[in-house]
Structure formats: structure tokens, C-alpha cells
């Protein structure tokens, strides 16, 4: 019996996950990353929920990464309790309190699509306390962790068996916020003069 290229791919999106979470983790562990507690929060309560939603419209292997990213996302999670951004503003707990909005929205929600755009608004607020962390230091993300889940990403469009909006709109958006994300570190390594 001939294996579907695409449980090969699911398998690696599998793989990526736990290999980009290791230096972020480590780099936790160390004192150089400091993840921002609310969009970890928020990141992984919404993994579980687009899991369950992607088994539903029979995402098929795809559906791995997103289990095992959110996995993932609950070490990192406790690790953000100890060793996370301890500068929470405003700013970041009206995102904060928007996402957990938006998520409790989310489950009254019975039109799949408006689910699927209150996702990725959830998503981009959940971003936003680690962006603008982030801006002001650079330094303290792992950027490899936001390469390689583009990367995963990218692979999990491929794997879907089912392509639709709903299978492939959340790796669709993780692929834009991640290099935006990506690119404005870089940019800001550089105005600040670092390495």
C-alpha cells in the first residue's frame, strides 16, 4: 500500500513543530526569549479550537500540526508564567480582553466562514502584545520558532485533503502575520544596531 504524500508532509509538520520549539524554549530557559503570557494564552486556546474545527471539515493530516503546535504552545505557555515579559500595558490587556471577546463570540458562532474571520481577528490580537513587545525588544523573541512555523504552514496547505477557506485560512494567515512578524524584527534588529 502506497503512503499519501501528504500524511509524509503531516508527519513533518509534526516534526517542524517540536524542532522549532526547542531553541524557543531553551532560549526561555535562558533568559534571552521572554514570551508575552497573553498571546500564549490566547494562542492556545485557539489552536485547540481550529484543531477541532479542521477535523470537522476533514483537514486531514494538516490537522497534526495544529495538535502538536498547540501542544507545544502549553510549555511555552507555563514557561511565560515564570520567565515571561513582566511590561503588560494597556494596550495589551484591552488585546487581551478583545481576543477572549472575540473567542466567546466564536462559540456561539454557527456560520463555519464568520467563525473562521473571528479566528484570525482573535489571532492577530493575540499577536499584537508579543509585536509590540517585540518592537521595543527586539532581541527577545526566537526568531526561528516564527521561520519555521511559516515553514510548517506552508507544508500544511500542502497536506490538506480538503482545500477550502476554512482548511487553509488560518496557515494562509500565519504564513502573512509570520513574515510580517519576521520582517519587522529584523528591521528593528537593525535600526537599533544589532546582531
Known sequence: MELDYRYILG???IIIG????????????????KPHLFTWIVFLIMDAIAFLVQI???????????????LTWVVVLILATKYGEKDITKSDSLAFIAALVCIGLYIFMENPTYSLYTVLLISALALYPTARKSYHKPTQ???????????????????????????IGLPVFIIFANSLFIWMVIMRKKALWIK
Open 56 to 70: 470537522g471539515d476533514g483537514a486531514g493530516p494538516w490537522a497534526w500540526g495544529t495538535l502538536t503546535a498547540g
Open 11 to 13: 508527519i513533518m509538520t
Open 18 to 33: 517540536i524542532y522549532a520549539n526547542y531553541p524557543y524554549i531553551m532560549d526561555i530557559l535562558k533568559g534571552k526569549t
Open 141 to 167: 523573541e526566537t526568531l526561528s520558532l516564527y521561520v519555521l512555523a511559516w515553514v510548517r504552514s506552508v507544508l500544511s496547505i500542502v497536506a490538506t485533503i480538503n482545500i477550502s477557506f476554512l482548511t
